[in-house]
């Protein structure tokens, strides 16, 4: 599949603080989409972006399609505990049957 | 219950024995997707269906076999497990041509020893 690069590999966050991660990719997609994954748990859609320069906000999560359409961030506002966990980018190609293809993910945890 | 349900949620076995994986949705969602996850790799597709009957390969295919003879579900079997297949594994439905991305069950933790 296609390579998606996400950054930071893994971040510690303190209660209040802002934080954002990015994912960069050499093609572009038609979709981008954000997911988040528990402990235990499956990944959850978070919010997903549609049109190259938009930007969508679902509470304190704000996440935009790059106008390159190569690249997407997304920032978390005044993080909280349970915001905690695996963030991962996904990229959709619709020639490519419609298929995602996901980054590495960026594990978030609380600073001690 | 409406979703959909992996199972088991934990399984232990040991090198050279064959295990399935059972994947369950409610959906009717035309597409399924397998997934392991590993440290470092993020989510990897294994295989995938487009419908009953119709599967293709993913990145990492190598040791694992599908079917699908009904739409609600999809089994992964290792036919001859291996070390190196201890992951979590996730199945994931979505409907055709859809622009709202996955939905993923809570995943297989499975171990080889």
């Known amino acids: 599949g296609q390579q998606l690069n996400q950054s930071p590999q893994s971040m510690f966050i303190q209660e209040g603080e802002d934080v954002s991660m990015n994912c960069t990719s050499s093609?572009?997609?038609?979709?981008w989409l954000w997911y988040k994954q528990d402990p235990g748990e499956g990944p959850v859609l978070l919010i997903a972006l549609y049109k190259a320069g938009e930007l969508t906000s679902n509470g304190r999560l704000t996440a935009q399609f790059g106008i390159t359409r190569k690249d997407s961030f997304l920032n978390i506002s005044a993080s909280i505990p349970s915001d905690v966990g695996i963030y991962f980018c996904a990229g959709q190609d619709f020639s490519n049957d419609y298929k995602l293809s996901f980054g590495a993910g960026t594990t978030v945890t609380v600073r001690a | 219950d409406a979703g959909i349900t992996q199972s088991p949620r934990y399984k232990i076995t040991e090198t050279g024995r064959q295990v399935t994986l059972m994947c369950h949705q409610t959906w009717s969602h035309s597409y399924m997707f397998w997934y392991r996850q590993d440290l470092g790799h993020g989510l990897r597709l294994i295989y995938y269906s487009a419908a009953a009957d119709i599967t293709d390969k993913g990145e990492v295919p190598d040791g694992y076999v599908v079917s699908r003879s009904k739409t609600e579900n999809f089994p992964l079997t290792l036919e001859s497990a291996t070390r190196s297949q201890t992951s979590v594994y996730f199945c994931?439905?979505?409907?055709?041509?859809?622009?709202?991305?996955?939905?993923f069950g809570s995943g297989t933790r499975l171990t080889v020893v």
């Open positions: 994931a439905s979505s409907e055709v041509r859809t622009q709202y991305g996955y939905t």
């Open positions: 093609s572009i997609f038609n979709t």
